[in-house]
């Protein structure tokens, strides 16, 4: 697992306490694009977390780009795919 996928982990795992959570590093389908030019990844993210219940979706990424803070200035470019469900959701289907 690379330094960067524990990293955002580590802060993913801190902040909302995940019964699931899947980080993949999309990097190397971005060589050559403008924004990785900085060595900074592009990364997909799925979290299930009972901190998302009662939050709309739009309050459930802002939950999420603030649990990796300064991650976003130094080790992600961008996140493709944020997927924040409840453990509810899930059971739901």
């Given at each position: 697992?690379?330094?960067r996928i524990?990293?955002?982990?580590?802060?993913?795992s801190a902040a909302?306490?995940?019964?699931?959570?899947d980080v993949l590093d999309e990097s190397h389908q971005?060589?050559?694009?403008?924004g990785a030019r900085d060595g900074r990844g592009h990364?997909?993210?799925r979290v299930v977390s009972g901190?998302?219940?009662?939050?709309?979706?739009l309050a459930r990424h802002r939950r999420i780009y603030a649990?990796?803070?300064e991650l976003m200035?130094?080790?992600?470019?961008?996140l493709r795919v944020i997927a924040a469900h409840t453990p509810a959701e899930v059971e739901a289907g």
């Open positions: 697992m690379s330094v524990e990293a955002i982990r580590a802060a993913l909302l306490m995940p019964v699931e959570l971005h060589v050559g694009h403008a990364f997909a993210v901190a998302f219940d009662g939050m709309p979706l649990a990796l803070g200035s130094t080790d992600i470019h961008a």
